[in-house]
């Protein structure tokens, strides 16, 4: 049985969404950070002390992206995976580009507008995230116009991951309506059920 640790309040949202997605079985094992993931329990199957982690019958892995591109190369024989290599290429450029362009800003502004003490957000920072994601935003823009999916017309794990981490655009109400073909793309995602229902786990 696949075990998967961690909270949808987290990165482990991503991979319940792909489990959810390559329709596989699996045990969720709700973990929290305020101590369900420094326990000693935890730290064998994650030594770094983060969530997710995967127990895949024995086999380990964390790290979020790596988790998702496994799932999907292991199991996502519905076309989740990509079959061939130029598409498997674009599918760890798109996911990496997520983590990479994007992700640190939507970071900087959910702390900042979420997590930190009114007292100890940082406005300047805010904006300055702000005008750094206007350019990523507008390149995955450019890149849709004409295509329903990342890789064509079958939503596969680039779009998977890439609209998991742009969710958090929603989060800190981020104002994409600039980059229109990216925000329907991204309301298209992040309405399928299988998201859906990773999103209403603990």
Known sequence: MIKLYGTSMSRAARCLWALEEAGLQYEHIPTSFDGGTRTPEHLKINPNGHVPALDDNGLILWESMAINLYLAEKYGKNGLW?????DRGATYQWSFWAMTEVEPHLITMLINRLFAP???RDEKAVANAEAALRPPF???????KGREYILGNQFTIADLNVASVLSLANLVKLDISA???ASAYLQKC????ANQKAAAMK
Do not use: C
């Open 190 to 193: 992040h309405g399928r059920p």
């Open 82 to 86: 990509p079959a061939s290599v130029a």
């Open 118 to 120: 009114p007292d100890q």
């Open 138 to 144: 507008k390149v995955l823009d450019d890149y849709l």
């Open 179 to 181: 980059t229109p073909t």
